[in-house]
């Protein structure tokens, strides 16, 4: 059984950074993602990374904004979140791959908590 638990996020005001972290015990992991779920609207594809680092995917709507990265030494997987905005306020949940698209958010099982991220105007 694996166990994921996330850490980080919190209120940052529009265009600032924030930085969310999983980090994995348990059975082996072999790939991760993020997705997140805002109020009134369907669960959204993130980020996706393999354990040993790459290859790592990422959404159109985050692409060159959002950078996912495996962390060896810690075991987890990190996302760091720049130039963030209101609309992307949200709870953001690491998961485990397991299905045939890695940019559909069904495909992730396994979630953790998951961490609010809320971006002020």
């Known amino acids: 059984q694996v166990q994921l638990v996330e850490s980080g996020g919190g209120l940052v005001q529009a265009g600032g950074s924030l930085r969310l972290t999983c980090t994995a015990s348990?059975?082996?992991?072999?790939?991760v993602g993020w997705v997140r779920h805002a109020p009134g609207k369907e669960r959204e594809f993130v980020a996706h990374i393999h354990w040993s680092g790459s290859p790592a995917y990422h959404a159109n709507a985050v692409q060159g904004r959002f950078d996912i990265s495996k962390d060896h030494a810690e075991n987890s997987v990190s996302l760091q979140m720049n130039s963030l905005k209101p609309q992307e306020t949200a709870v953001y949940s690491c998961?485990?791959?397991?299905?045939?698209?890695?940019?559909?958010?069904?495909?992730?099982w396994g979630w953790g908590k998951g961490n609010l991220v809320t971006v002020s105007y």
């Open positions: 348990g059975r082996a992991v072999r790939s």
């Open positions: 998961a485990i791959y397991y299905g045939r698209s890695v940019y559909a958010a069904i495909y992730y």
